[in-house]
């Protein structure tokens, strides 16, 4: 699913800044990456997104390539169709729940993800007309995996989703990225620290040194 293999760099290099060649082919839907603080995972997530441009190589996904320096290939972002979420939910404050999902809604016609199928797949038909400020964590998670959803991406890349939540919020949270790992075909790249939440959603692990 995942064919990448590139020279990311960070800052000024005479800075002592970070430069690192990471090289990834996993035919594995969902991939984790694994690695201690700073050895570029978000680096990864972000090249891949088409934030961050690498300084050389090649970024396939799913047999489509978004990056290749010596084609002169660099997909914009927009077109890359990336559903990303972040260690914290980012969600808008001022919209409610129903606001932030309609916010990531994309494309007028067949949709792959319809609004109530991702509300029920997420268990948040409750909170439709909360406002995001009175949502726990694992709830503010769920909405932004369904805005991420709802954008209709062809990759989902998820960047320490759990990091920012207590014991019982993670494991609340669990279940629901399991079902989104199963009940929909996306490729995913899973990005965590933790050993043992990356073993309860694939076995393709990648650990960055
Ligand atoms: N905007 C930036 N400008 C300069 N250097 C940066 C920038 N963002 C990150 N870095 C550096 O790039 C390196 C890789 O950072 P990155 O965030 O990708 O690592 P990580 O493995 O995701 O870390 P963590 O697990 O702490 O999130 C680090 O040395 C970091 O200090």
């Known amino acids: 699913m995942l064919a990448l293999d590139i020279v990311l760099e960070r800052g000024a290099r005479n800075g002592g800044g970070f430069r690192r060649h990471v090289s990834i082919r996993d035919d594995a839907r969902v991939i984790a990456l694994a690695g201690r603080s700073g050895a570029g995972k978000t680096s990864v ?3 891949i997104a088409g934030l961050l441009t690498p300084c050389e190589g090649r970024i396939e996904v799913d047999g489509r390539c978004l990056f290749d320096s010596v084609a002169g290939i660099d997909v914009p972002v927009h077109a890359r169709h990336v559903g990303y979420m ?5 969600l808008f404050p001022h919209l409610d729940v129903r606001g932030n999902l309609g916010y990531g ?16 797949l997420l268990g948040i038909g409750a909170l439709l ?10 709830e503010a998670q769920r909405v932004a995996l369904g805005r991420a959803l709802l954008s209709q991406p ?3 890349l998820l960047d320490e989703p759990l990091t920012n939540l207590d014991q019982a919020r993670r494991e609340e949270l669990i279940p629901y990225l399991q079902r989104v790992r199963d009940e929909t075909a996306l490729p995913i790249v899973y990005v965590s ?4 939440e990356v073993e309860r959603l694939t076995r393709a692990v990648h650990t960055l040194d």
């Open 45 to 47: 997530l972000h090249a």
């Open 86 to 90: 972040f260690q914290d939910a980012r």
């Open 105 to 120: 809604r994309r494309g007028q016609g067949a949709a792959t993800f319809g609004f109530d199928d991702v509300v029920a």
């Open 129 to 138: 007309e909360r406002r995001t400020t009175h949502l726990s964590g694992g």
């Open 154 to 156: 062809r990759i989902l």
């Open 193 to 196: 620290h933790s050993a043992d």
